[in-house]
């Protein structure tokens, strides 16, 4: 057997852990870098391989409804140590698949320090990696240690890496009222790659504006954590309740205001509108633009469903604020995650701008996949993108919007539309369209695999 030298992994969280495992089960050796508990984070509590640093939960497990429950099957069914550690140590939690946090961590700790292959190294990475190593899968997480951080924003250029995230809410925009928003840019203007029509316009008369200043206003915020408050943050993306704070009139003359545009419906130009900008290629999700927030997600959900156009708006995401180390993977990565300026590294975990623990677990699936198809000299096997480690991966490194990027949970906008009908040939709704989008994908996963 061709003795391979190791593929370096680094950082021992949900994406590293599952990318170091990955490798190892493929017969390749691999060195995990983990820093903690010499370097610690603002976070994690112990040394544990995986350690869940907030919920216990992975969300909702359901195959056939839902979207994070689908890649917890698909993740199944490529062999994940997450997911099988998680499935050994869940706990009650109705719909939704939460484990015991330490009993899960210590048994990823323990699968990978007793795996022959798996040789664990505790220590930071404070640097770009030394050329020796060839193949290095980074998974440094959204609290990637300083010296790492600044070594890859000196490298990449100082725009393409963020230690915030400022997420707008993203809808679904077969949930959005066009019988009372419409499609118009500002002035008409056709930019680069656009038509003219290329925002989604929500218009809104004096007393609708002024009530919905007073919603943002009075609405239950969190707040940032005391890390948080030193972390570099800009004027630029202050939230929106802040932003209504500082007087009535504030963003009629930031993001709301009404210049350049026409409501068709009524003929009139608003009092102020809502934009909402195209998320990704497919023109599945819209985000709404500037509107960054720290209200809390039920508040979010009824503050901007006052919103005319999205009173039954459908949220893809809900908007947040919050200390986050992420790269510009659509514009950086190529479609095995490999940097494209130094294909020696490729990314995994919540680094690339994916979001939440199982996410993260899953890019790191498939780095692990991609950079033991580097080590073989074979060509790496991207899933079809109608499962949804395709949809994901596909999101990240070129389906979603290179200028306004930000991470992003998976969900069934990210899929291309599924083709089936009714038997009466309309279009599928509701339930009825997760479930083919949920049985196209484990076919689809199927083959690939196979
Ligand atoms: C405060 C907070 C709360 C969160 N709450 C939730 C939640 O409730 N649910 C959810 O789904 N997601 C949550 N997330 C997101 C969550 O962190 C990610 O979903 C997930 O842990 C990311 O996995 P990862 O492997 O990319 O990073 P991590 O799991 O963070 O793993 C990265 C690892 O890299 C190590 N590391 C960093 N820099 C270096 C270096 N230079 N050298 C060596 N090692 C290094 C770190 O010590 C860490 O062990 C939260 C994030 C934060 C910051």
Redesign the pocket.
């Known amino acids: 057997m061709t003795q391979h030298s190791p593929i370096h992994v680094?950082?021992?969280?949900?994406?590293?852990?599952e990318a170091a495992w990955q490798i190892a089960q493929a017969g390749i050796p691999v060195i995990l870098?983990?820093?903690?508990p010499v370097?610690?984070?603002?976070?994690?509590q112990t040394e544990h391989?995986?350690?869940?640093?907030?919920?216990n939960?992975?969300?909702s497990d359901d195959a056939e409804y839902n979207a994070v429950g689908l890649l917890h099957e698909e993740m199944r069914r490529c062999g994940s140590l997450i997911m099988a550690a998680a499935d050994e140590h869940k706990v009650p939690a109705g719909g939704a698949l939460a484990v015991d946090r330490d009993h899960f961590a210590a048994k990823v700790t323990e699968k990978l320090t007793t795996h022959p292959l798996v040789t664990l190294e505790r220590?930071?990475?404070?640097g770009l990696p030394p050329e020796e190593w060839d193949n290095v899968v980074v998974?440094?997480?959204?609290?990637?240690?300083m010296?790492?951080?600044e070594a890859i924003r000196a490298f990449t250029g100082e725009e393409q890496l963020s230690f915030f995230d400022a997420i707008a809410p993203i809808v679904h925009t077969d949930s959005i009222d066009l019988s009372k928003a419409w499609f118009q840019s500002r002035y008409d203007k056709v930019g680069p790659g656009g038509t003219g029509k290329d925002y989604i316009n929500c218009a809104m008369d004096k007393e609708q504006y002024e009530a919905f200043i007073q919603a943002l206003i009075d609405g239950e915020k969190g707040d940032f954590?005391e890390w948080e408050k030193n972390t570099p943050y800009f004027e630029g993306c202050l939230p929106i309740e802040v932003m209504a704070e500082r007087g009535v009139d504030t963003l009629r003359y930031g993001p709301m205001k009404p210049v350049g545009l026409t409501n068709p419906h009524t003929g009139k130009r608003p009092y102020a509108v809502v934009q909402l900008r195209q998320d990704n290629a497919l023109g599945t999700l819209y985000n709404l633009v500037g509107f960054q927030t720290k209200l809390k997600y039920a508040e979010q959900v009824r503050v901007f469903r006052m919103i005319p156009g999205l009173e039954n708006a459908e949220f893809a995401r809900l908007g947040g604020l919050?200390?986050?180390t992420f790269i510009n993977s659509p514009r950086l990565l190529d479609g095995a995650l490999r940097l494209k300026s130094m294909p020696r590294l490729r990314f995994?975990?919540?680094?690339?701008g994916?979001?939440?623990?199982?996410?993260?677990?899953a890019?790191?699936l498939l780095a692990g996949r991609f950079a033991v198809a580097d080590r073989t000299g074979a060509t790496p096997s991207t899933p079809p993108r109608t499962t949804a480690l395709g949809a994901l991966l596909a999101h990240i490194t070129g389906g979603a919007e290179a200028e306004t990027f930000q991470p992003m949970n998976v969900n069934f906008g990210l899929f291309p539309p599924v083709t089936e009908r009714q038997p009466n040939g309309k279009e599928l709704h509701g339930k009825d369209r997760k479930l083919a989008y949920s049985r196209r994908a484990l076919t689809d996963l199927t083959g690939w695999l196979g």
């Open positions: 680094i950082g021992g969280g949900m994406a590293g852990s870098h983990e820093m903690r370097v610690k984070t603002d976070a994690h391989l995986a350690e869940l640093v907030c919920s939960s992975f969300r220590g930071e990475v404070a998974a440094t997480g959204p609290l990637t240690s010296k790492l951080a954590k919050h200390r986050n995994a975990g919540q680094i690339t994916c979001e939440g623990y199982v996410e993260s677990a890019v790191g």
